[in-house]
């Protein structure tokens, strides 16, 4: 059986032999440069480490670990999202109002484009026919009749010109589902802040409504084949676009003007056609959008290789991190990551095999030593060849729609995690650096 815990408390073990450094946190490491470690994942099998409890929830599919890969596949940079899903580890770096950014999930789905042609067509999800959850009559009655539409614009939000004219998008859009039954609204978008936190991270929003030359611009959910208002049904369209067409078709995607980059669903597309391509690589550091992230990425990219064995196509996935926090982030990253990969090989109909990590400074903080050490005594621990392992399953891949944003809620996953869920681990609790 292969052990995780071998290849990380070994490697752990030779990195508190490494350089002292100072860092921005003021905490203090223990660094090494240029780590490379490799995981075997075959049979879907996830990496969790034996050597400390890392699942504090009921099981795997309710952690934080497993509902924060749902996150990102979102494509959202929301804190709000995730404190809703139950997931609280980000707080501590999201603004007073939520926000951590267009981090991570939003750069793998919905990363600005440069547009420079409306020739230029891209594969976006067709939402025809597809019933979302929706405000009723009654609630948009009530918002009709509130200050929010009521009051002058400039003693509601006196803003600048950017927030007004977002304000005056949001009150003709519910006053035209109030009047055309054909339209539909999420109920959260009654609410006008919480509009005005969506929309920072819709299609459109940084490289259309944010920039001074495209002076007309309108709130759009034709661009997605719908007729339903929400977060993930709606894109800023500027006026200069043509002229949307509602499209009959029942595939899962319809061709648009290209607007945003979805890395993900493109690097399906690839695998799908061309399983040897060397590009099958998603990319979260955008230098222009940096200075927007709340923390730039630590997992900064990934590509995914395959070979083929005895006629079937196996699936790696080869994780870089420019900065690695080796006690509490190593672990979770190579575990989310297997189960990433897990995904993609299923919509792919390959098999994984191999997760492999490379960290450019890897390191341990200095108030996690003593801790760590404490870990490492486990090394050669027999328990650790007597605890269970934890596979991943993944079913209707047919029916699922990965143009879709939320494309995880359609497939059947779950995880073998009983047993692995009943042993007794150590608890090592190690203080963040924010």
């Not at 003593?370 to 392992?389: A, G, H, R, Y």
Request: proline share 4%.
């Amino acid at each position: 059986m292969f052990i995780p815990d071998k290849i990380y408390l070994n490697c752990g073990s030779d990195l508190l032999q490494g350089s002292i450094k100072t860092d921005r946190t003021n905490t203090g490491t223990i660094s090494s440069h240029c780590i490379a470690l490799k995981y075997d994942v075959k049979g879907y099998c996830v990496p969790f480490l034996q050597s400390k409890k890392m699942i504090f929830s009921s099981g795997v599919k309710n952690s934080s670990l497993y509902k924060e890969l749902k996150w990102y596949l979102l494509g959202s940079g929301s804190n709000n999202d995730l404190v809703k899903m139950g997931v609280k580890f980000w707080s501590d770096w999201a603004s007073k109002d939520g926000h951590l950014g267009p981090l991570y999930g939003f750069q793998w789905r919905k990363c600005p484009a440069m547009i420079t042609s409306f020739n230029d067509m891209q594969k976006v999800p067709n939402y025809r026919n597809i019933i979302f959850p929706k405000a009723t009559k009654e609630e948009i009655i009530g918002v009709m009749n509130n200050h929010y539409i009521n009051d002058f614009l400039d003693q509601a939000y006196n803003c600048n010109m950017k927030e007004q004219q977002l304000y005056k998008m949001w009150r003709n859009m519910i006053v035209q589902v109030f009047h055309d039954d054909k339209y539909t609204i999420d109920k959260e978008w009654l609410s006008y802040p919480q509009f005005r936190h969506d929309v920072e991270y819709m299609i459109g929003y940084h490289n259309i409504f944010l920039n001074p030359m495209c002076t007309f611009v309108y709130l759009s959910c034709l661009y997605f084949n719908c007729m339903h208002y929400s977060k993930n049904t709606c894109a800023f369209i500027p006026s200069s676009m043509p002229y949307l067409v509602f499209n009959e078709t029942d595939e899962p995607f319809v061709m648009r003007p290209r607007l945003y980059h979805d890395q993900f669903a493109d690097l399906i597309d690839t695998m799908k056609a061309d399983p040897f391509s060397r590009r099958l690589i998603i990319n979260s550091w955008n230098v222009s959008m940096l200075h927007m992230m709340k923390l730039p990425p630590c997992h900064f990219t990934f590509q995914f290789l395959n070979k083929e064995v005895n006629g079937q196509l196996y699936t790696s996935l080869n994780l870089i991190m420019r900065s690695n926090d080796f006690c509490v982030g190593h672990p979770f990253n190579i575990a989310q990551y297997a189960m990433l990969l897990f995904v993609v090989c299923k919509l792919c109909n390959t098999y994984p095999d191999t997760l492999y990590f490379y960290g450019g400074d890897v390191h341990v903080y200095q108030n996690h030593k003593d801790i760590f050490e404490q870990q490492i005594t486990l090394l050669n621990s027999t328990d650790l060849e007597q605890n269970s392992v934890v596979k991943m399953y993944i079913s209707n891949t047919d029916n699922v729609n990965y143009y879709r944003f939320d494309f995880m809620e359609q497939l059947d996953i779950d995880f073998d995690d009983v047993k692995f869920m009943s042993e007794i681990k150590p608890h090592y609790k190690y203080p963040i650096a924010v």
